[in-house]
């Protein structure tokens, strides 16, 4: 069974504390993505990497940075945490093109955010 | 520019009705692929079809259809006879195949699907 682990499920932090999001994906896929899910606004791409310690912003990437050390895992890092940084964040992976396109993604079941 | 719209922001139905959810997209290219997930309320977006630009036909799925037309840059999902366990919130998402972007998914807002007993 494919499997996208994010690594909590609920989270609660401060305004100005440093947040890492972990998220680890067991299919050898080459593409992570996070992605930001708010009511109304649908998900909205942060970044994502293609390779290895490879990375490019998306929509939103202010306020953010990410890490990608080995292939399988994909971190999220919030510099300075701030209360419209709460949110629902979804990682997700996918295997590189296929039929020279590309191709489904997977997700992790998401961390819900909560910055006070 | 890309985008993906599903007008409908929620849907009530009765068990056993057949639904439709809408997704229009607009796209600068000529190939791109079309995608549809489900939410349910656990959180965890669930794919359920992929299908690329170069591909009309429509595709049936148990008690799922969809229904692609390039000439009003639709994807339609149809749920025939829905159940309970449908509900849940569907997004229709676009990727299109141009250097760089590496599959990644515009997302519509999501269409949040609710079936009473």
């Known amino acids: 069974d494919v499997k996208v682990t994010q690594s909590s499920r609920y989270l609660v932090k401060r305004t100005g504390e440093k947040v890492f999001l972990e998220c680890v994906q067991d299919?050898?896929?080459?593409?992570m993505f996070w992605y930001r899910q708010d009511p109304g606004l649908g998900l909205r791409l942060i970044y994502f990497s293609y390779d290895v310690k490879m990375k490019e912003k998306g929509d939103i990437p202010e306020g953010y940075s990410v890490s990608r050390e080995k292939k399988e895992r994909f971190s999220l890092i919030l510099e300075s945490a701030s209360t419209n940084q709460t949110s629902m964040y979804l990682c997700?992976?996918?295997?590189?093109?296929?039929?020279?396109?590309?191709?489904?993604?997977?997700f992790g079941q998401g961390t819900r955010l909560t910055v006070v | 520019a890309q985008k993906v719209t599903q007008a409908q922001t929620e849907i009530s139905v009765v068990e056993k009705e057949d639904v439709t959810l809408d997704c229009v997209y607009e796209?600068?290219?000529?190939?791109?692929?079309l995608f549809w997930y489900k939410q349910p309320p656990s959180g965890e977006l669930v794919f359920l079809i992929r299908r690329n630009s170069f591909d009309e036909q429509n595709e049936i799925s148990g008690r799922y259809s969809w229904n692609f037309q390039k000439s009003t840059s639709s994807f339609n999902f149809t749920i025939t006879a829905s159940q309970v366990v449908d509900s849940a919130v569907y997004f229709c998402?676009?990727?299109?195949?141009?250097?760089?972007?590496?599959?990644?998914?515009?997302f519509g807002k999501g269409t949040k699907l609710s079936v009473k007993p």
């Open positions: 796209t600068r290219d000529t190939t791109y692929y």
């Open positions: 299919m050898d896929h080459e593409n």
């Open positions: 997700a992976s996918s295997s590189a093109f296929r039929d020279r396109g590309p191709t489904e993604a997977f």
């Open positions: 998402a676009l990727s299109e195949n141009y250097g760089g972007s590496q599959g990644n998914l515009i």
